[in-house]
């Protein structure tokens, strides 16, 4: 800690972004870099508070909490503090392969268990974290390093997401042979696909993948494991096999209607606009267009405000999102929400400040929730009906949803944008391999062990544990990849 008083001194200040007005005319990052000097005094924020909690991840009261890999943040900021910026590099890489996977698009679970976040805004813990990376890149640090010999062992990773690339990096390190399967054309899983491109722009998942690619990697496109290629034939060609496909099954709005044209999945939605902006930017119109469309995106999660983001992108006409819960306060309970577990705080994104921008409200619903879809003579959908909803328990303490009566409204609709999250991994790979999964349709393997029922089959990320954070696919890829070596070479040096 190079600066004791430092969080006395300074502020709390974050990413600086552009003005949403001219922002939303673009795709480029919705950001802009922090002075050096700003960035230096919000690693001096970083306290010497003695049993630092920023680092450690895990849940409390069901939510993350922490960093899941061990990030060593008071080392970093204090380095950048001091201008050390190369050695703050280091310092990233030693617990994270990808920091700017996480510092672009990680809900920064660190700073909610930050010590000074207690009773001051906590360290910009995520401004930093990516800032360090950036400048890694720009100053030409960031340079392939693969291993000096090769064991001769061969590892298939299905699935190229943060979980899969993870694992292949951390394999490659350990001198294993790895190829990497994904079943679209460009690599990143929703990396790629599931964060549109002013978030997370395709070009920073791209430099790294290329770099791994220098490293010794092999990446195969448009190949999906169980069609193209069988368990079988894959089985048979490499010693190991790391399931790394996510959890990629939507979940559904049970309303009747539901199946109206003009109804898509977020994911849809998000994954046609990047695929087309890449290919063509747009031209080719395979793409979701909002355009002149009365939006309503359901899903308060970031998710929809990605989804809102791209829709004013598109110029639609107007523009909604429910989110089924109550508005949240803006500050923590200290009560309910303590400190260190994650604030569960009301919060103004990018995709909300856009639409403010363009429309003039907060573009959310609370309490909401859909009753049924109505459409046209055409069968499109013209109208969401919904009712407002209060939260009680049961008699056994079990959380109901109770309807308001009287609370019944009509929207006028003709894009509805599903935005609720998925409910597992796909089943038909893991049913030709026989992988066994637990009642909520998951890979069964155990957290820190990873092997499935079938030997020389290990399973990471979403597809082991359900829908999650990058960062939590970043960990889990990370010690598969652990457990993998072991088992391969009878020991490991991988942390």
């Excluded at 919060?347 to 009753?371: L, N, S």
């Amino acid at each position: 800690m190079g600066k004791p008083t430092g969080f006395l001194e300074y502020s709390r200040k974050t990413q600086h972004e552009r003005d949403p007005k001219s922002r939303i005319k673009d795709w480029d990052d919705y950001t802009k870099p922090m002075p050096e000097e700003e960035l230096k005094q919000q690693g001096a924020r970083c306290m010497d508070c003695g049993v630092p909690t920023c680092h450690t991840g895990m849940e409390l009261n069901g939510v993350t909490t922490g960093c899941p890999v061990y990030h060593l943040i008071p080392e970093w900021n204090d380095l950048v503090y001091q201008g050390q910026w190369k050695e703050a590099l280091k310092k990233e890489h030693e617990m994270n392969n990808f920091p700017e996977f996480t510092g672009f698009a990680c809900p920064a679970p660190c700073e909610g268990a930050c010590v000074l976040g207690i009773n001051e805004p906590p360290v910009a813990i995520r401004t930093v974290e990516r800032s360090i990376i950036e400048k890694g890149f720009a100053e030409g640090w960031v340079v392939p390093e693969p291993p000096e010999k090769r064991t001769g062992k061969r590892i298939a990773v299905v699935g190229s997401g943060p979980a899969g690339l993870a694992a292949a990096a951390q394999l490659n390190k350990a001198g294993h042979s790895v190829t990497v399967y994904e079943r679209h054309d460009r690599i990143g899983g929703l990396l790629t696909y599931g964060i549109p491109e002013m978030k997370l722009p395709y070009e920073v998942v791209e430099r790294r993948v290329n770099i791994l690619r220098e490293e010794g990697i092999e990446f195969v496109t448009n190949t999906e494991i169980g069609k193209d290629i069988t368990s079988d034939e894959l089985e048979a060609e490499h010693d190991a096999v790391i399931l790394c496909g996510g959890a990629t099954v939507h979940r559904d709005v049970p309303a009747e209607g539901s199946d109206l044209k003009g109804i898509h999945y977020a994911m849809d939605f998000l994954h046609a606009n990047t695929k087309s902006l890449l290919d063509s930017n747009l031209e080719d119109g395979n793409y979701i267009s909002a355009k002149d469309r009365d939006v309503i995106v359901i899903g308060g999660g970031d998710t929809g405000t990605d989804c809102l983001a791209t829709s004013v992108r598109h110029n639609c006409r107007s523009l909604t999102q429910f989110d089924i819960y109550d508005k949240k306060v803006d500050t923590r309970d200290a009560v309910g929400n303590p400190w260190p577990q994650y604030p569960i705080i009301h919060r103004i994104e990018y995709g909300q400040k856009e639409a403010e921008a363009v429309f003039g409200r907060d573009p959310r619903a609370y309490a909401v929730m859909t009753k049924k879809f109505v459409g046209d003579e055409n069968g499109r959908v013209k109208e969401v009906h919904t009712v407002n909803v209060r939260l009680t328990k049961d008699e056994d303490g079990n959380r109901l949803r109770e309807e308001i009566p009287g609370t019944e409204k009509v929207w006028k609709a003709d894009l509805v944008l599903l935005a609720i999250g998925f409910s597992g991994p796909e089943q038909e790979l893991l049913e030709q391999m026989e992988i066994e999964t637990d009642d909520r349709t998951r890979v069964k393997a155990e957290y820190g062990k990873y092997k499935t029922n079938k030997d020389g089959v290990f399973a990471a990320g979403d597809m082991r544990r359900g829908q999650s954070l990058i960062v939590w696919a970043i960990n889990e890829g990370r010690e598969a990849a652990r457990e993998c070596d072991r088992y391969l070479m009878g020991s490991t040096q991988l942390p």
